[in-house]
């Protein structure tokens, strides 16, 4: 199911509870709209939307050239309590956060710490000595730009925006007090530094873990004092709503429709040569107006996937080569090129630890659906894989950035890249598969999870080198995290 963007409400409720619960006093100011904008990785359209709401509703006063300031008057205790109700609310989707936050960044700094530049690693270690240790706002400022700094060498284009949105849940959405906001001093800030600079991934696991699970029993310690304060009751209903989205300012409905009808194309549910249903079918399937669907189908026209002809409807084709070569040369579809293959680079970082934890939930019947996918010729049994793992995590932030990811990967577009132009690799590609379901069988969680990663890994260098080939130079910065071992056939 498409899901329309929510970033507006996103943003308008995150500072609404940090106004009304007294984290923004009555005459303090917000920071600035390019603040807010870097901050919560939202466009400055979003911002000035938000302002407009939360102006309107009284809350805030704006003036031309200056930071919004707050106007809100509380009444008394009742901000408080609102801000603890609020606070028990999320106390549950904040701990999976933090779980979530322990499973993957290891992995993910890790990988950036092995391939990405770390020159300027020392310079942090002399700013470190010029902070003053109870300064909790410098430290966060250096550890944050140390961070983004390194996943930025990297040359992922999602990476920044993923981590920014966990920390941004984490420490902002429900404005914990400052002296919460960290749970790391300069011998932690240390420690990271030289397990970084050493390349341990043990290292690093074992600080990334440490320091979310401080943070997290912290949170944790902090909302119960408060719970017993209010003497708030136990049936608060948990609200879980960490979400990232990995296209903002991009991710448009009629974006998504057409990526939909592409995965439908390569799949064969409409076979080209065929003409796709009328404008007013597909926008009532859609719950869309016909205008959006006429966006959708104009975006399906300009990459070669369909082509409309005026009276008779739209016909379903497959690009040629040469159609997939002018996009990259349009500065639109080269962005939409390296986004694929970061995603790509992501997955195959973060399904392994995704696959780890939801090994022992995969049961018989699972199993045997996907025995049965490695026998239909032209599928692809890895989607099948990933979809069901999907399903079976447990931690529903790891969950939404799994389901975003995989969104961006469009398997349409890789199938016909392949039936076109790759001939072979699509067989080779569940050739690894297979290892990994062969692992699955021998209840080796080790090596199905590995495998998995090589799939992708697999998918990610196959790719990069065609488009490389068609004159994105730019590909290849954005390497595959795994080496690919030569396989026979299963």
Known sequence: ????????????????????????KNGDTLPS???????????????????AKLKAEGLIETTERKPARIIYRPVPNSG????????????????EVYQTMGLILPPLFYFTAVHG??????????????????????????????????????NNLLYNDLYNS?????????????????????????????ALLSKDYQLINKCFNDMCLDFSASVTKYIQKLSRKYQLSDTITPVYDYSWSAEKGRDHYYTQIARDLIDKIAANIYEPGTFLPYEAELAKNYKVSVSTIRKSLALL???????????????????????????????????????????????????????????????????????????????????????????????????????ETNKLLHWGYYL?????????????????????????EAKDSEGFSTYLAIC??????????????????????IIAPYKIPDLKSP
Request: aromatic share 10%; hydrophobic share 40%; glycine share 2%.
């Open 80 to 95: 408080s309590r609102s801000y603890a109700e609020n606070l028990v609310r999320r106390q549950n989707s904040l701990a």
């Open 166 to 194: 966990l920390k941004t849940y984490s420490q902002l959405t429900l404005a914990t007090p400052k002296n919460l906001l960290l749970k790391y001093d300069q011998e932690d800030f240390r420690q990271l530094l030289a």
């Open 301 to 403: 026209n300009e990459i070669g996937f369909a082509e409309t002809i005026n009276t008779k409807g739209t016909i379903v084709r497959l690009p040629p080569t040469f159609i997939t070569a002018n996009c990259m040369q349009n500065e639109r579809y080269k962005k939409d090129t390296l986004i694929y293959l970061s995603a790509l680079q992501l997955m195959s970082v973060i399904i392994k630890p995704a696959a780890e934890a939801a090994f022992d939930k995969i049961d018989p019947l699972t199993q045997k659906s996907w025995q049965a996918e490695f026998a239909q010729p032209g599928k692809i049994p890895l989607a099948l894989m990933v979809n069901s793992l999907i399903e079976l995590t447990e931690l529903r932030p790891l969950q939404a950035i799994l389901q």
């Open 456 to 477: 992708f890994s697999y998918i990610l260098e196959t790719i990069r080198n065609f488009i490389m080939q068609n004159g994105l130079q730019e590909a290849a910065k």
């Open 1 to 24: 199911m498409l899901s329309k963007n929510t970033l507006f409400e996103f943003l308008y409720q995150n500072l609404h509870d940090q106004i009304t619960c007294g984290h923004f």
């Open 33 to 51: 709209m390019p603040q807010l904008s870097a901050i919560y990785n939202v466009g400055i359209r979003t911002v000035k939307d938000v302002l």
């Open 117 to 154: 530049d770390l020159k300027k690693l020392p310079s942090y270690q002399k700013l470190l000595k010029k902070i003053n240790s109870t300064d909790t706002a410098a430290l966060d400022a250096v550890f944050s730009s140390l961070l983004n700094e390194l996943l930025r060498s990297s």
């Open 416 to 440: 016909a890249f392949h039936r076109q132009n790759l001939y072979g690799t699509t067989d080779t590609l569940s050739k690894y598969a297979w290892q990994a379901y062969l692992c699955l």
